[in-house]
């Protein structure tokens, strides 16, 4: 495996249910990310952990939670989420959180459904 | 605020018929400027970082450059495979991304 995987790649929840995603890199990075993308809006960064600390946090809803259990994973705990919720959820990692140079690499997200 | 606009938010081209993505950008203190390819239901793909005004990189049939305000990506003689969602980041304080512009080119 290589690069940033994501799983599931489709989730179908109702509003009630507790589902997690899970992110694992193996590029040897020591920041992590999750990002929200809606249609047609730029991503909007929920959460970021570097050396699995988080450190930052854009008031995301108190309905998603973050862990990251070491620098290789990262998954995003959800639960009585709301229909504007669904989305596809994007993971990243990068050497270097804040460092100028680093660039962003994504998993291919998962796209999520709140019925 | 840190703010970054592209534009055409789409962009329909024929096979071969070069043309140009803008990507305009205020920020303080410029860290970085990145360019994403992002095919549909999959996560942007890295191309390029600028960190300078007047730097240019290449790649294929792409092009990306930088000002002071903006940055462009020219696209010469493009293919149907060239179409895609393009994505402008830039660094400052934090990483903060453009609504992208979807490219289709059509054969």
């Known amino acids: 495996e290589t690069g940033v995987t994501q799983t599931p790649r489709h989730l179908v929840m109702g509003m009630t249910n507790k589902k997690s995603l899970k992110c694992e890199q193996h590029l040897g990075h020591n920041a992590m990310y999750w990002y929200k993308q809606s249609a047609k809006k730029p991503l909007e960064l929920m959460f970021v952990y570097s050396l699995e600390e988080r450190v930052e946090n854009n008031s995301v809803p108190s309905r998603f939670s973050p862990e990251c259990p070491n620098s290789s994973h990262l998954f995003l705990h959800l639960h009585t989420l709301q229909p504007e919720d669904s989305a596809l959820y994007l993971c990243?990692?990068?050497?270097?959180?804040?460092?100028?140079?680093?660039?962003?690499?994504f998993g291919n997200g998962t796209r999520l459904t709140v019925t | 605020e840190d703010q970054v606009t592209q534009s055409p938010e789409a962009l329909r081209l024929q096979e071969g018929e070069s043309s140009s993505l803008n990507c305009s950008y205020t920020v303080s203190g410029l860290r970085g400027l990145f360019w994403y390819r992002q095919d549909p239901g999959k996560g942007p793909e890295f191309l390029f970082t600028l960190y300078s005004a007047g730097e240019e990189k290449e790649k294929e049939r792409l092009k990306a450059t930088l000002t002071k305000k903006e940055s462009f990506l020219h696209i010469t003689a493009p293919k149907p495979e060239d179409s895609a969602t393009y994505l402008c980041a830039v660094r400052g304080d934090d990483m903060r991304f453009g609504a992208g512009t979807r490219l289709t080119v059509k054969p």
């Open positions: 990243a990692s990068s050497q270097g959180q804040g460092s100028g140079n680093s660039p962003l690499h």
